[in-house]
């Protein structure tokens, strides 16, 4: 990290080069570290508008409604094809294609 104090800049120029350097270094030295993955994932979430949004309201569903959700996202044959139309009665339908999927019984190993 830089070893730059902050009282030690006299111009609001150097206090912003001093910043983006030690941000800088932040950010290099998150992604040395051993969660690189993780980290280059919350910048991708991070840039997506309203998704945060989007999460705490899918974890506040249900178990059923999130179940529901989750099966028709993951049998849809692409984002591009889902439909949503909200009704004046405050119902949202979805609907896309949906994806042939046989649905196999699972079995733990002996």
Known sequence: MSDVRWSELDA??????????????????????????RMLELHYWSEEPQLLDIMRILIGLTDETRTALHTFLTR????????????ASGQLLLSAPVRSAAVLPFRSPR
């Open 12 to 37: 609001p120029a150097e206090l912003g080069r001093a910043r983006k350097a030690e941000l800088a270094d932040l950010v290099f030295t998150l992604l040395d570290g051993p969660d690189r993955a």
């Open 76 to 87: 849809t044959s692409a984002a591009q094809e889902i439909a949503a139309i909200s009704e």
